[in-house]
């Protein structure tokens, strides 16, 4: 006689293979996937392939929005979409000689950008922010000033302070 806890167990088990087996048993009956040995047969056919689709026709509607493309005034779409309400008297454009290199110390002040709250200098070619240790160096950035666009830097060993500017070409 089968205690419980077996008939439980054949129960389980029973609830699990009766699917199986009954999938299993009507894909017999259909006939399911047959192995084949022969050699595959194509009936497929190639694509056709037809002539190219006609070229665009350019009615006049089409015409008048290419010239009116054309005749756009390219200032209207100078800068950034986000700053097109910022005066433009403020892009100060930086080249080579603006740049600011302090022998003494071998840091190069490139740029300094940023608002009143936040600041980025661009020294020796990598961003810094105030606080920051400047790389292969005891200087470390104390300030920002990106109005008067300039930094001071001080010494970590001996305390030394220093104001480095970017030259402007105003």
Same mark, same amino acid.
Do not use: C
């Given at each position: 006689?089968?205690t419980?806890k077996?008939?439980?167990?054949?129960?389980?088990l029973?609830t699990?293979?009766?699917? @199986?087996?009954?999938?299993k048993m @009507?894909? %017999?009956?259909?006939g399911?996937?047959q192995?084949?040995?022969?050699a595959?047969?194509s009936?497929?056919e190639?694509p %056709?392939?037809g002539?190219? $689709?006609?070229a665009t026709v350019?009615?006049?509607?089409l015409q008048?929005?290419?010239d009116?493309?054309?005749?756009?005034d390219?200032?209207?779409l100078? +800068? =950034? $979409?986000?700053?097109?309400?910022a $005066?433009? !008297? !403020?892009?100060?454009?930086?080249?080579?000689?603006d740049v @600011?290199?302090d022998?003494d110390?071998?840091?190069?002040?490139q740029?300094v950008? +940023?608002?009143a709250k936040?600041g980025?200098?661009?020294?020796s070619g990598r961003p810094?922010? %105030? +606080?920051e240790?400047i790389?292969? =160096?005891?200087? #470390?950035v104390?300030?920002?000033?990106?109005?008067?666009?300039?930094? @001071?830097i001080v010494?970590?060993?001996?305390g030394? #302070?220093?104001?480095?500017?970017?030259?402007? =070409?105003r």
């Open positions: 006689m089968l419980r077996r008939r439980s167990q054949i129960g389980s029973m699990f293979l009766a699917p @199986v087996l009954g999938l @009507v894909a %017999v009956v259909i399911g996937p192995l084949s040995h022969g595959a047969e009936t497929l190639p %056709v392939i002539p190219p $689709p006609p350019i009615t006049n509607d008048s929005a290419i009116r493309i054309v005749g756009l390219v200032a209207t100078d +800068g =950034s $979409p986000m700053l097109k309400n $005066p433009r !008297d !403020d892009t100060v454009e930086v080249t080579i000689e @600011v290199e022998a110390i071998e840091i190069a002040l740029a950008m +940023g608002n936040t980025m200098a661009l020294i810094y922010r %105030v +606080g240790n790389a292969k =160096s005891s200087w #470390r104390d300030a920002i000033d990106h109005v008067a666009r300039s930094i @001071v010494n970590g060993d001996t030394e #302070r220093r104001t480095l500017s970017v030259k402007t =070409s």
